[in-house]
């Protein structure tokens, strides 16, 4: 296949059945592998809608400069995305930010602008956020896509990567995608509920983390979750959450990888346990995770037991093989519940974007 520019190849990500992982033999667990995506994740999806509804309403401007915060993927496709079109890219960092994701930023011509204080509950989220306000006044002209506010984030997937699935699928149980900005469940839910009306939706946040509501608490796992509550979490396409913890995600992540030969990111481990705590719960229904981005982006950390043990997760702590994994997702650390439900709609035409 031919394509005139590497953006071209975005989507049509590959979905894999797992063969061992599995509460019962006859269960159907699918992985979506968004990590395929050019930039290696499902973010490329978001980056490119947003730039082009920019573009094309005229709040970007050709050779013009783009500010974003990130903890991490949506620079990595901001970053692509300013290499291919000519923007200049400037991105808000900060000190959790994987090594491999700021190396692929830079390698691509991005700034880097790194936030070193983190908030008072010791998250950095706000304090980017706050930063990329003081940026946005130093460069007139210069444009912020805002994923956690801007409406084209999780149309990106209503539009595109809904789709995919439903070309995929005749019947599906359940979607279960984790939620950091909320774009891709809220894009993913409101479209897939309209092909699958009674589709169970589950959403995936880490424990700790305040998108959904609750109180903030540090935790380990990167691109998921946030410490405070996104415009684009439309829960009212959620059936029920799982939040997940740290231990729980990465012996996904480390079982998967041995045992399916998949190499996921921490929250495609997290997705992943999720999905299985479901299928416990739910014989017989296909089940689909959305895994959003590739482990090659955690190889030197979370995949490295070093680095664990020093950042707080000796490897003892976690289930290595399926049988201990499986005898845990029957008891998950926190079992799914309801959430609060706000938010509202995702607009699933590209019609009338901005109205
Ligand atoms: N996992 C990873 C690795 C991510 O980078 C992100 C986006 N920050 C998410 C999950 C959550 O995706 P969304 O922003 O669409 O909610």
């Known amino acids: 296949m031919i394509y005139e520019n590497v953006l071209e190849t975005l989507g049509d990500t590959p979905v894999v059945r797992l063969r061992n992982l599995l509460p019962r033999p006859q269960d159907r667990i699918y992985v979506k592998l968004e990590g395929t995506n050019p930039s290696g994740s499902i973010k490329d999806r978001a980056a490119l809608h947003m730039v082009e509804e920019a573009e094309r309403d005229g709040r970007l401007a050709p050779g013009s400069t783009i500010i974003e915060s990130t903890s ?73 896509p805002d994923q956690y506010n801007n409406p084209d984030n999780p149309q990106a ?60 608490a540090p935790y380990k796992m990167r691109g998921i979750g946030l ?33 399916e030969g998949l190499l996921l990111g921490e929250s495609g481990g997290a997705a992943v346990f999720a999905a299985l705590t479901y299928a416990a719960e739910h014989p017989g229904r296909p089940v689909l995770a959305i895994a959003p981005d590739t482990g090659a982006n955690y190889l030197y950390e979370s995949y490295d037991d070093m680095w664990l043990a020093g950042h707080g997760v000796p490897v003892d702590v976690l289930w290595s093989t399926s049988r201990d994994l499986l005898r845990h997702v029957r008891s998950p650390l926190h ?21």
Request: proline content about 5%.
């Open 335 to 355: 079992p799914p519940a309801e959430p609060a439900h706000a938010g509202a709609d995702v607009r699933t035409t590209a019609e009338g974007a901005r109205a």
């Open 227 to 259: 410490s405070w509550q996104p415009g684009n979490l439309h829960t009212r396409y959620v059936d029920s959450l799982h939040r997940v913890a740290d231990t729980e995600a990465l012996s996904t992540c480390r079982v998967l990888a041995r045992e």
């Open 157 to 216: 997937h209503a539009l595109r990567t809904a789709p995919e699935v439903a070309k995929d699928f005749d019947d599906l149980g359940a979607l279960v995608a984790t939620a950091s900005t909320g774009g891709h469940v809220s894009g993913l839910g409101s479209a897939l509920k309209e092909r699958f009306p009674s589709l169970h939706v589950r959403a995936v946040d880490a424990y700790g983390s305040a998108a959904f509501g609750h109180s903030f």
């Open 72 to 144: 991490g993927n949506l620079g990595k496709s901001l970053a692509l995305i300013g290499a291919v079109k000519g923007y200049r890219v400037i991105l808000v960092v900060d000190p959790k930010t994987p090594q491999s994701v700021l190396s692929y930023a830079t390698s691509l011509g991005a700034e880097l602008d790194m936030v070193d204080r983190p908030d008072a509950d010791g998250s950095y989220q706000a304090a980017r956020i706050r930063r990329v306000g003081e940026l946005l006044l130093r460069h007139p002209g210069a444009y912020s």
